[in-house]
C-alpha cells in the first residue's frame, strides 16, 4: 500500500468532508475546499523543494507541476467572497496536524470528492 493510500483510514479525511458538506451549501464547500487544497499546496511545494535540495530521502506524497497548477487554477477561479475564511483556517488546523505532504494530499482528495458531490447534486441529476 503505497503513501496515497493510507489516509482514509484515518477519520479526518471523512470529518473534514462531512464538516463543508453539512455546514456550507455544496458551491461554498467546495471553494473552502479549493482554498484550502492550494493553501496546503504551496506550503507543500516548498517543503519539498527544500528537501530536494538537501537530497532528504524520506518517502513522501509529491505533488507534481500538473497538480500545481491545477490547484493554482482552482484557486484563481474562485469568485471573492464566496469561501469562509474561518472554516478554512479550522479545516486548515485539522489538516495541518499531519506532515506537510499528508496535509496537502488528504486536502486533495477532499476537494475531489466535494467536486464529485457537486457534480451528482448538479441539476441533471435531480431528475427522476
Given at each position: 500500500m503505497g503513501p496515497r493510500c493510507r489516509f482514509w483510514s484515518d477519520p479526518t479525511p471523512k470529518h473534514t468532508y462531512s464538516f463543508l458538506l453539512e455546514n456550507f451549501a455544496a458551491e461554498e464547500a467546495l471553494a473552502i475546499a479549493v482554498r484550502v487544497e492550494y493553501r496546503l499546496a504551496?506550503?507543500?511545494?516548498?517543503?519539498?523543494?527544500?528537501?530536494?535540495?538537501?537530497?532528504?530521502?524520506?518517502?513522501?506524497?509529491?505533488?507534481?507541476?500538473?497538480?500545481?497548477?491545477?490547484?493554482?487554477?482552482?484557486?484563481?477561479?474562485?469568485?471573492?467572497?464566496?469561501?469562509?475564511?474561518?472554516?478554512?483556517?479550522?479545516?486548515?488546523?485539522?489538516?495541518?496536524?499531519?506532515p506537510a505532504d499528508q496535509a496537502w494530499w488528504t486536502a486533495h482528495r477532499v476537494k475531489k470528492e466535494i467536486e464529485a458531490w457537486c457534480r451528482w447534486k448538479a441539476p441533471a441529476h435531480q431528475s427522476g
Open positions: 504551496v506550503l507543500w511545494e516548498t517543503e519539498q523543494e527544500e528537501m530536494r535540495g538537501r537530497y532528504d530521502k524520506h518517502t513522501v506524497i509529491e505533488i507534481s507541476v500538473e497538480e500545481m497548477a491545477e490547484a493554482s487554477k482552482a484557486f484563481d477561479n474562485v469568485p471573492p467572497g464566496r469561501s469562509d475564511i474561518p472554516a478554512e483556517q479550522y479545516v486548515i488546523d485539522l489538516l495541518t496536524r499531519f
